[in-house]
Protein backbone atom coordinates (compact mmCIF):
# COMPACT_ATOMS: atom_id res chain seq x y z
CA UNK A 1 0.00 0.00 0.00
CA UNK A 2 1.63 3.50 -1.11
CA UNK A 3 2.31 5.79 1.77
CA UNK A 4 0.94 9.37 2.19
CA UNK A 5 2.39 11.85 4.11
CA UNK A 6 4.02 12.07 6.70
CA UNK A 7 1.84 14.88 8.30
CA UNK A 8 2.22 17.06 11.00
CA UNK A 9 1.57 16.63 14.62
CA UNK A 10 -1.20 19.52 14.56
CA UNK A 11 -2.41 18.45 10.66
CA UNK A 12 -4.91 21.04 9.10
CA UNK A 13 -7.62 18.86 7.02
CA UNK A 14 -9.60 21.10 4.64
CA UNK A 15 -12.72 19.74 2.92
CA UNK A 16 -13.70 21.57 -0.31
CA UNK A 17 -17.44 23.28 0.31
CA UNK A 18 -17.91 23.86 -3.84
CA UNK A 19 -21.93 24.79 -4.20
CA UNK A 20 -24.43 21.51 -3.43
CA UNK A 21 -21.40 19.18 -1.79
CA UNK A 22 -22.33 16.67 0.21
CA UNK A 23 -23.42 18.19 3.18
CA UNK A 24 -23.57 14.37 5.34
CA UNK A 25 -19.93 13.72 4.08
CA UNK A 26 -18.59 16.94 5.22
CA UNK A 27 -20.61 17.08 8.55
CA UNK A 28 -19.06 13.36 8.99
CA UNK A 29 -15.63 13.60 7.96
CA UNK A 30 -15.60 17.01 10.06
CA UNK A 31 -17.04 14.62 13.32
CA UNK A 32 -14.38 11.44 12.19
CA UNK A 33 -11.22 13.90 12.45
CA UNK A 34 -12.55 15.86 15.69
CA UNK A 35 -13.50 12.43 17.42
CA UNK A 36 -10.17 10.99 16.24
CA UNK A 37 -8.50 14.08 17.61
CA UNK A 38 -9.52 13.62 20.74
CA UNK A 39 -8.40 9.87 20.48
CA UNK A 40 -4.86 10.82 19.89
CA UNK A 41 -4.46 13.64 22.51
CA UNK A 42 -4.75 11.17 24.82
CA UNK A 43 -1.63 9.29 22.89
CA UNK A 44 1.54 10.89 21.42
CA UNK A 45 -0.27 12.88 18.72
CA UNK A 46 -1.91 16.19 18.70
CA UNK A 47 -4.84 17.75 17.48
CA UNK A 48 -6.25 18.55 14.58
CA UNK A 49 -7.41 21.62 12.60
CA UNK A 50 -10.64 21.17 10.21
CA UNK A 51 -11.38 23.87 7.82
CA UNK A 52 -14.25 24.50 4.91
CA UNK A 53 -12.63 26.08 1.84
CA UNK A 54 -14.87 28.20 0.03
CA UNK A 55 -15.53 29.61 -3.54
CA UNK A 56 -15.13 33.73 -2.79
CA UNK A 57 -17.02 36.02 -4.87
CA UNK A 58 -13.72 36.95 -6.81
CA UNK A 59 -13.60 33.42 -8.33
CA UNK A 60 -10.68 32.68 -5.37
CA UNK A 61 -10.72 29.39 -3.02
CA UNK A 62 -10.09 30.92 0.42
CA UNK A 63 -10.70 28.89 3.92
CA UNK A 64 -13.58 29.50 5.87
CA UNK A 65 -14.46 32.90 3.77
CA UNK A 66 -11.18 34.51 5.13
CA UNK A 67 -8.65 35.25 1.88
CA UNK A 68 -5.99 36.96 4.46
CA UNK A 69 -5.81 33.67 6.76
CA UNK A 70 -5.96 30.59 3.72
CA UNK A 71 -2.81 28.17 5.07
CA UNK A 72 -2.97 25.57 2.86
CA UNK A 73 -4.36 22.38 4.14
CA UNK A 74 -1.98 19.40 4.34
CA UNK A 75 -5.12 17.41 3.39
CA UNK A 76 -7.62 18.26 0.81
CA UNK A 77 -10.86 16.50 1.09
CA UNK A 78 -13.35 16.83 -2.19
CA UNK A 79 -16.62 15.56 -1.59
CA UNK A 80 -19.62 14.15 -4.12
CA UNK A 81 -22.83 16.09 -4.26
CA UNK A 82 -26.46 14.44 -4.82
CA UNK A 83 -26.88 15.80 -7.91
CA UNK A 84 -24.15 14.47 -9.73
CA UNK A 85 -20.59 15.07 -11.10
CA UNK A 86 -19.53 18.59 -11.39
CA UNK A 87 -19.27 19.48 -15.36
CA UNK A 88 -16.31 20.91 -16.47
CA UNK A 89 -17.69 24.81 -16.30
CA UNK A 90 -18.57 24.04 -12.79
CA UNK A 91 -15.16 22.56 -12.18
CA UNK A 92 -12.87 25.12 -13.96
CA UNK A 93 -12.82 27.97 -10.95
CA UNK A 94 -10.83 24.78 -8.87
CA UNK A 95 -8.79 23.70 -11.96
CA UNK A 96 -5.23 25.50 -11.26
CA UNK A 97 -6.17 25.83 -7.13
CA UNK A 98 -5.88 22.13 -7.16
CA UNK A 99 -2.82 21.98 -9.19
CA UNK A 100 -0.78 24.34 -6.99
CA UNK A 101 -1.98 22.55 -3.73
CA UNK A 102 -0.64 19.22 -4.64
CA UNK A 103 2.62 20.59 -6.73
CA UNK A 104 3.24 22.22 -2.54
CA UNK A 105 2.44 19.09 -0.73
CA UNK A 106 -1.24 18.67 -0.22
CA UNK A 107 -3.06 15.72 -0.25
CA UNK A 108 -5.81 15.33 -2.15
CA UNK A 109 -8.43 12.79 -1.46
CA UNK A 110 -12.20 12.76 -2.74
CA UNK A 111 -14.96 10.68 -2.33
CA UNK A 112 -18.12 9.79 -4.40
CA UNK A 113 -18.14 12.11 -7.72
CA UNK A 114 -15.55 14.66 -5.59
CA UNK A 115 -12.68 12.26 -8.11
CA UNK A 116 -14.22 14.20 -10.88
CA UNK A 117 -13.06 17.54 -9.46
CA UNK A 118 -9.23 16.24 -9.37
CA UNK A 119 -9.81 14.39 -13.32
CA UNK A 120 -10.59 18.36 -14.24
CA UNK A 121 -7.26 19.67 -12.77
CA UNK A 122 -5.36 16.65 -14.97
CA UNK A 123 -4.14 15.24 -11.74
CA UNK A 124 -5.52 11.87 -12.09
CA UNK A 125 -4.19 11.23 -16.28
CA UNK A 126 -2.26 8.00 -15.84
CA UNK A 127 -3.37 7.26 -12.48
CA UNK A 128 -5.58 4.58 -11.08
CA UNK A 129 -8.92 6.67 -9.46
CA UNK A 130 -12.21 5.23 -8.30
CA UNK A 131 -15.65 7.33 -8.22
CA UNK A 132 -19.43 6.30 -7.67
CA UNK A 133 -20.51 3.24 -9.62
CA UNK A 134 -23.49 4.65 -11.15
CA UNK A 135 -20.96 7.67 -12.83
CA UNK A 136 -18.66 5.40 -14.09
CA UNK A 137 -20.03 5.77 -17.86
CA UNK A 138 -19.37 9.43 -17.68
CA UNK A 139 -15.94 9.41 -16.06
CA UNK A 140 -15.15 7.42 -18.41
CA UNK A 141 -16.06 9.77 -21.29
CA UNK A 142 -14.59 12.82 -20.01
CA UNK A 143 -11.74 11.14 -18.78
CA UNK A 144 -10.00 8.79 -21.04
CA UNK A 145 -6.81 9.25 -19.21
CA UNK A 146 -7.64 8.08 -16.07
CA UNK A 147 -7.19 4.19 -15.04
CA UNK A 148 -10.68 4.12 -13.60
CA UNK A 149 -11.05 1.19 -10.74
CA UNK A 150 -14.69 1.18 -10.59
CA UNK A 151 -14.89 -2.02 -8.77
CA UNK A 152 -12.92 -0.55 -5.62
CA UNK A 153 -14.01 1.02 -2.90
CA UNK A 154 -10.93 2.91 -2.20
CA UNK A 155 -8.05 3.79 -4.21
CA UNK A 156 -4.69 4.86 -2.99
CA UNK A 157 -1.76 6.64 -5.71
CA UNK A 158 0.62 8.28 -3.63
CA UNK A 159 -0.77 11.72 -2.52
CA UNK A 160 -4.39 11.48 -4.08
CA UNK A 161 -7.00 9.24 -2.34
CA UNK A 162 -10.21 8.70 -4.40
CA UNK A 163 -12.68 6.89 -2.77
CA UNK A 164 -15.66 5.05 -4.69
CA UNK A 165 -19.91 5.73 -3.48
CA UNK A 166 -21.82 8.04 -1.73
CA UNK A 167 -21.27 6.71 1.84
CA UNK A 168 -17.72 5.94 0.85
CA UNK A 169 -16.60 8.94 2.69
CA UNK A 170 -16.26 6.37 5.70
CA UNK A 171 -13.95 4.38 4.21
CA UNK A 172 -11.97 7.23 3.08
CA UNK A 173 -12.12 9.20 6.52
CA UNK A 174 -11.18 5.79 8.02
CA UNK A 175 -8.05 5.55 5.47
CA UNK A 176 -7.11 9.55 6.24
CA UNK A 177 -7.36 9.23 9.96
CA UNK A 178 -4.80 5.78 9.95
CA UNK A 179 -2.34 7.73 7.92
CA UNK A 180 -2.91 10.81 10.09
CA UNK A 181 -2.85 9.24 13.49
CA UNK A 182 -1.94 5.73 13.04
CA UNK A 183 -3.75 2.28 13.62
CA UNK A 184 -4.69 2.22 17.20
CA UNK A 185 -6.37 5.94 17.11
CA UNK A 186 -7.89 4.35 13.65
CA UNK A 187 -9.45 1.31 15.32
CA UNK A 188 -10.75 3.97 18.54
CA UNK A 189 -12.80 5.96 15.97
CA UNK A 190 -13.98 3.29 13.99
CA UNK A 191 -15.56 1.58 17.45
CA UNK A 192 -16.69 5.05 18.70
CA UNK A 193 -18.46 5.35 15.29
CA UNK A 194 -19.64 2.21 14.50
CA UNK A 195 -17.42 2.43 11.21
CA UNK A 196 -16.94 -1.13 10.02
CA UNK A 197 -13.07 -1.07 8.49
CA UNK A 198 -13.13 -4.87 6.78
CA UNK A 199 -12.38 -4.56 3.72
CA UNK A 200 -15.13 -3.92 0.63
CA UNK A 201 -15.67 -3.20 -2.74
CA UNK A 202 -17.68 -1.29 -4.50
CA UNK A 203 -18.97 -3.59 -6.89
CA UNK A 204 -20.46 -5.67 -3.99
CA UNK A 205 -23.68 -2.44 -4.32
CA UNK A 206 -23.59 -1.52 -7.54
CA UNK A 207 -26.67 -2.29 -10.22
CA UNK A 208 -26.57 -2.86 -14.14
CA UNK A 209 -29.18 0.22 -15.33
CA UNK A 210 -29.47 -0.91 -19.24
CA UNK A 211 -29.58 2.23 -21.19
CA UNK A 212 -32.90 3.00 -22.70
CA UNK A 213 -32.41 6.48 -24.37
CA UNK A 214 -30.15 6.17 -26.91
CA UNK A 215 -33.05 6.63 -29.60
CA UNK A 216 -31.74 3.13 -31.92
CA UNK A 217 -35.48 1.88 -32.17
CA UNK A 218 -33.63 -1.41 -33.55
CA UNK A 219 -31.41 -1.70 -30.70
CA UNK A 220 -34.39 -0.85 -28.38
CA UNK A 221 -36.52 -4.11 -30.46
CA UNK A 222 -33.60 -6.65 -28.62
CA UNK A 223 -33.09 -5.18 -25.75
CA UNK A 224 -36.75 -6.08 -25.13
CA UNK A 225 -36.51 -9.18 -26.01
CA UNK A 226 -34.08 -9.85 -23.92
CA UNK A 227 -35.28 -7.88 -20.98
CA UNK A 228 -38.11 -10.67 -21.23
CA UNK A 229 -36.20 -13.72 -22.10
CA UNK A 230 -36.33 -15.25 -18.37
CA UNK A 231 -33.07 -17.13 -18.78
CA UNK A 232 -34.31 -18.62 -22.92
CA UNK A 233 -30.83 -18.86 -24.72
CA UNK A 234 -30.39 -16.35 -27.36
CA UNK A 235 -28.15 -16.19 -30.22
CA UNK A 236 -26.51 -12.89 -32.13
CA UNK A 237 -28.49 -14.50 -34.97
CA UNK A 238 -31.35 -14.50 -33.79
CA UNK A 239 -30.83 -10.76 -32.01
CA UNK A 240 -29.93 -9.14 -35.27
CA UNK A 241 -32.99 -10.81 -37.28
CA UNK A 242 -35.27 -9.41 -34.54
CA UNK A 243 -33.18 -6.04 -35.12
CA UNK A 244 -34.13 -6.73 -38.64
CA UNK A 245 -29.95 -5.68 -39.21
CA UNK A 246 -27.30 -7.25 -40.85
CA UNK A 247 -24.99 -9.10 -37.93
CA UNK A 248 -22.08 -6.89 -38.29
CA UNK A 249 -24.54 -4.10 -38.42
CA UNK A 250 -26.07 -4.85 -35.48
CA UNK A 251 -23.14 -5.50 -33.13
CA UNK A 252 -21.86 -2.14 -33.72
CA UNK A 253 -25.56 -0.28 -33.35
CA UNK A 254 -25.87 -2.70 -30.16
CA UNK A 255 -22.24 -1.50 -28.68
CA UNK A 256 -22.36 2.22 -29.83
CA UNK A 257 -26.35 2.39 -27.93
CA UNK A 258 -25.92 0.85 -25.49
CA UNK A 259 -21.99 0.53 -24.21
CA UNK A 260 -22.07 -2.96 -24.27
CA UNK A 261 -21.33 -6.40 -26.34
CA UNK A 262 -24.80 -8.17 -27.02
CA UNK A 263 -23.11 -11.31 -24.84
CA UNK A 264 -22.07 -8.86 -22.69
CA UNK A 265 -25.10 -7.01 -21.95
CA UNK A 266 -27.09 -10.42 -21.69
CA UNK A 267 -24.75 -11.49 -19.01
CA UNK A 268 -25.29 -8.35 -16.81
CA UNK A 269 -28.68 -8.72 -17.30
CA UNK A 270 -28.81 -12.49 -15.71
CA UNK A 271 -26.37 -11.42 -13.34
CA UNK A 272 -28.92 -8.94 -12.05
CA UNK A 273 -32.05 -10.96 -12.24
CA UNK A 274 -30.01 -13.70 -10.00
CA UNK A 275 -29.29 -11.16 -7.37
CA UNK A 276 -32.71 -10.03 -7.11
CA UNK A 277 -33.71 -13.85 -6.93
CA UNK A 278 -31.14 -14.29 -4.30
CA UNK A 279 -32.27 -11.50 -2.74
CA UNK A 280 -36.75 -11.57 -2.23
CA UNK A 281 -36.91 -15.94 -2.92
CA UNK A 282 -35.99 -18.93 -1.42
CA UNK A 283 -34.57 -20.83 -4.35
CA UNK A 284 -31.61 -22.37 -4.23
CA UNK A 285 -28.89 -21.23 -6.24
CA UNK A 286 -28.81 -23.97 -8.59
CA UNK A 287 -32.36 -23.55 -9.08
CA UNK A 288 -31.59 -19.25 -9.66
CA UNK A 289 -28.42 -20.17 -12.29
CA UNK A 290 -30.88 -22.17 -14.31
CA UNK A 291 -33.62 -19.69 -14.20
CA UNK A 292 -31.61 -17.20 -15.64
CA UNK A 293 -30.06 -19.25 -17.95
CA UNK A 294 -26.74 -20.83 -16.96
CA UNK A 295 -27.06 -24.36 -16.93
CA UNK A 296 -23.17 -24.96 -15.60
CA UNK A 297 -23.42 -24.08 -11.98
CA UNK A 298 -19.95 -23.85 -11.31
CA UNK A 299 -19.59 -21.53 -14.31
CA UNK A 300 -22.59 -19.18 -12.82
CA UNK A 301 -20.78 -19.14 -9.17
CA UNK A 302 -16.89 -18.03 -10.96
CA UNK A 303 -19.08 -14.96 -12.98
CA UNK A 304 -20.92 -14.11 -10.31
CA UNK A 305 -18.27 -13.76 -8.07
CA UNK A 306 -16.36 -11.78 -10.69
CA UNK A 307 -19.27 -9.25 -10.82
CA UNK A 308 -20.19 -8.89 -7.42
CA UNK A 309 -16.65 -10.07 -5.23
CA UNK A 310 -19.28 -12.54 -3.61
CA UNK A 311 -20.41 -16.23 -4.24
CA UNK A 312 -23.84 -16.40 -4.59
CA UNK A 313 -24.26 -17.26 -0.51
CA UNK A 314 -22.46 -14.81 0.78
CA UNK A 315 -24.54 -12.29 -1.19
CA UNK A 316 -27.40 -13.96 -0.04
CA UNK A 317 -26.36 -13.69 3.55
CA UNK A 318 -25.75 -9.76 3.48
CA UNK A 319 -28.50 -8.92 1.18
Not at 80 to 85: I, K, V
Not at 134 to 157: G, H, S
Not at 228 to 244: K, L
Request: aromatic content about 8%.
Amino acid sequence: MTQIGPFPAVPEIGILAYPGAHEAAMLGMTDLFTIAGRFSKMGAAGHVKIHRWLLSDDGRVIRDGDAANSVPPDILVIPGRLSGPLTSREAAPFRSWLRDLHRNGTTLASSCAGSFVIAEAGLLDGRPASTHWADADEFRQRFDKVDLKIDEIIVEDGSIITAGGLMAWTDLGMRLCERVFGTTVMMQTSRFMLIDTAGREQRNYKSFFPKLDHGDEAILIVQKLLGEAEGEAINIREMSRHARLEERTFLRRFKSATGLRPTEYLQNLRIEKAKEMLKLSRRTVEQVAWSVGYRDLAAFRRLFRRETGMSPAEFRRRF
